[in-house]
């Protein structure tokens, strides 16, 4: 089984999001499987030189995109034996980060042209063309309009994974009819059209052979109105061949035991867990006692992530008997709530606004409670984390998030979490103060971290998934 993994991130090459994330991990384990795995991303500039000086050169191409003829190189790099190809076009390319410029839609329109065309000149002809969100949404279309018919390709299927319904790749018609060489009637009624412009995403949902996401709850969501971005109806139509699969997360890379961030390694030992716990307070500034939970937010600072419930309730939160380290960046009001409250309460809030992974590696060891209260949650990697460093995780029930989380019910002594359904901020107070409360009870907080230590959130299961979906769709 041939695999060609197109994707805008990967870790460690570039990363904005949990996209890069999967995109680095879940290759591993589907190559662990058997499956011939390669990925093919952009050749950004910030990508590290420790990686751009190993890549060799293997393609020269011209890839014409209408009226245009651009230069096309495709260079390689094996990391931790998977094949990683790299789309050079320094026009489109070698800028800061990877979005957010005024032409975008011709620069994911040269990248989706450009895997298509790539893919001979490589000689990678794959079985299954897996494409992640939007900037790879029209691959499917391209497969489907001009490259079906030929007969080395004919065998190809196409699976479209949606990480996050809200971003789509909506441009003007005029833009994809000049990039992709596309006629009239792949853009109204049941095809590209959205919005009155034309959708790189919708058009990876519509041609595709199949539709995953990343959580099965994520997969009802977008079915609805209210996450389905105005695509609902149409995923309700596609129902039939879309489904969630959970992520994983890389275990070798994310183990307590090995992780060289920290300073005393543990697996199952809360004794030396807490140690992390105390180191963490020190270097943040926080008062030095263990017997006082911490609860940690290591996140985008974006609406999505649920803060304005934070902004809400600061004021009762900072009452609690608890400690609290944010670390992240995003929108300015956020990171400003965030500093005000570190100012106001530096005995109970640190605020790193900044990114680090070094010290996000210490507060998943050093918290005992991670705070995710996201308004939606395709699948969420931070709670997955935050459990394998034995942080219990606190979230709204929503997408992986309530796939990944079994709330705990003090009767059962069931559960590996503490959740709240609604999108409320008192809901979420009450949530937290429950949590707070229990931290003092050795035997509910044992039982919990016992009950997080059986649960597995490797790649292992879901890669299976998906090395299942591919033998699906190519016997079909
Ligand atoms: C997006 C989603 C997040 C998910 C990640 C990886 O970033 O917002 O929930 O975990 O993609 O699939």
Redesign the pocket.
């Known amino acids: 089984m041939k695999v060609l993994f197109a994707a805008s991130e990967a870790v460690p090459f570039a990363k904005t999001?949990?996209?890069a994330?999967?995109i680095g991990s879940l290759p591993k384990e589907l190559a662990k499987q058997g499956l011939d795995v390669r990925v093919i991303l952009p050749k950004y500039e910030d990508i590290p030189a420790q990686w751009t000086e190993r890549m060799e050169t293997v393609a020269v191409l011209t890839v014409r995109m209408g009226w245009r003829q651009q230069y096309c190189g495709i260079l390689k790099l094996e990391h931790e034996g998977i094949p990683f190809y790299f789309v050079d076009n320094e026009y489109y390319f070698r800028r800061k980060g990877c979005y957010g410029y005024g032409d975008d839609a011709e620069r994911f329109a040269f990248y989706c042209l450009a895997v298509m065309d790539a893919m001979q000149h490589i000689d990678f002809i794959p079985d299954v063309i897996h494409c992640h969100d939007w900037q790879a949404g029209m691959i499917p279309v391209l497969y489907r309009a001009h490259f079906s018919y030929q007969p080395r390709y004919a065998h190809i299927k196409t699976v479209m994974t949606v990480?996050?319904l809200k971003y789509q790749g909506v441009f003007g018609k005029e833009q994809f009819k000049d990039y992709f060489a596309l006629g009239d009637e792949h853009f109204t009624g049941y095809a590209l059209e959205q919005y009155g412009g034309a959708s790189f995403m919708k058009g990876g949902l519509l041609y595709s052979d199949y539709i995953t996401t990343?959580s099965p709850s994520y997969a009802d969501e977008i079915q609805t109105p209210f996450y389905g971005e105005y695509l609902d109806s149409l995923l309700r139509s596609q129902s039939f061949r879309l489904k969630g699969i959970v992520?994983g997360i890389d275990y070798d890379e994310l183990d307590p035991m090995t992780d060289p961030h920290l300073e005393v390694h543990y697996r199952d030992s809360v004794e030396d867990k807490r140690k992390n716990k105390l180191k963490l307070q020190e270097r943040l500034g926080l008062p030095v006692r263990e017997d006082v939970p911490m609860i940690a937010l290591v996140t985008r600072l974006v609406e999505q992530k649920g803060l304005s419930l934070i902004d809400r309730v600061i004021e009762e939160l900072m009452q609690l008997n608890a400690q609290w380290v944010v670390l992240g960046t995003g929108e300015q009001r956020y990171e400003q709530m965030f500093r005000w409250a570190a100012e106001r309460y530096p005995d109970k809030m640190a605020a790193c606004i900044t990114f680090d992974e070094g010290l996000a590696r210490q507060i998943y060891a050093g918290s005992d409670l991670f705070l995710m209260p996201s308004q939606f949650?395709?699948?969420?990697?931070g709670q997955l984390i935050a459990m394998r460093y034995l942080s219990v995780p606190l979230v709204r029930e929503t997408?992986?998030l309530k796939d990944t989380v079994q709330p705990y019910n003090e009767f059962t002594g069931e559960g590996t979490g503490f959740s709240f359904a609604h999108y409320n901020a008192h809901d979420m107070l009450y949530t937290v103060q429950r949590a707070v409360s229990y931290y003092n009870q050795e035997e509910v907080w044992t039982n919990l971290l016992n009950n997080i230590k059986e649960k597995d959130f490797s790649w292992h299961r879901s890669a299976q998934l998906y090395a299942e979906l591919y033998e699906q769709l190519a016997q079909g």
């Open positions: 999001g949990g996209l994330d999967v990480h996050n990343v992520n949650e395709p699948c969420g990697i997408g992986g």
